[in-house]
């Protein structure tokens, strides 16, 4: 009976040092690591100051809706180019056309995902908005491919040639126009002439 007793109560000790353990020592550094975490997840505030920006250009159509014209916006820093890249287009489907500008990407159009090759090759997976929403037309579709193109290529030097990708399928136009289905090299005579 008294050894009973006293293995019992061994039993009682070690649980109880086991969980003052977890409450006092687990616990608080499970709680002090998940913090820390939090504070670098994108769209929280860091204790260690200002989010990182850089300059990217993005692309509107020209009023007359004839070209393209590149305004330079802050895009928050990623740290890998395949991270730039989803930022630099999310920031391109969002941000809205500077005055006397015209956005080119169909409302609610979202980004799905984007690769990049070692070829230098980005394909860019698109919502299926951005060819349901479409106002279609030859140019309005030139014009909405080749800001998505020239978000990439112009911001990010190794990337190469894009193509358009929607709703996770190859497609062979957004309206009808455009042959989608293949990457797509920038096309400089898109671009408003500097008048200066």
Do not use: C
């Amino acid at each position: 009976m008294n050894r009973r007793s006293a293995v019992l109560t061994m039993l009682v000790i070690g649980a109880a040092f086991v969980v003052s353990w977890v409450l006092f020592v687990a616990v608080p550094r499970w709680y002090s690591a998940r913090q820390q975490t939090s504070a670098l997840v994108p769209g929280t505030t860091s204790a260690a100051g200002p989010r990182r920006t850089i300059k990217a250009t993005l692309f509107y159509a020209t009023a007359d809706s004839q070209h393209l014209a590149g305004i330079a916006r802050d895009v928050e820093l990623a740290d890998t180019p395949l991270e730039q890249a989803q930022r630099i287009l999310d920031a391109q489907l969002r941000d809205p056309a500077p005055k006397d500008l015209v956005s080119t990407i169909p409302s609610r159009t979202s980004l799905r995902s984007v690769y990049v090759t070692e070829r230098g090759e980005a394909y860019v997976d698109l919502s299926p908005e951005v060819s349901a929403a479409h106002p279609g037309g030859s140019l309005n579709e030139i014009l909405t491919v080749y800001t998505i193109v020239h978000a990439l290529t112009a911001n990010l030097p190794a990337i190469k040639a894009v193509q358009i990708l929607v709703d996770g399928r190859e497609v062979d136009t957004l309206a009808g126009h455009v042959d989608l289905r293949r990457p797509l090299l920038p096309l400089r005579e898109l671009m408003e002439k500097d008048e200066s």
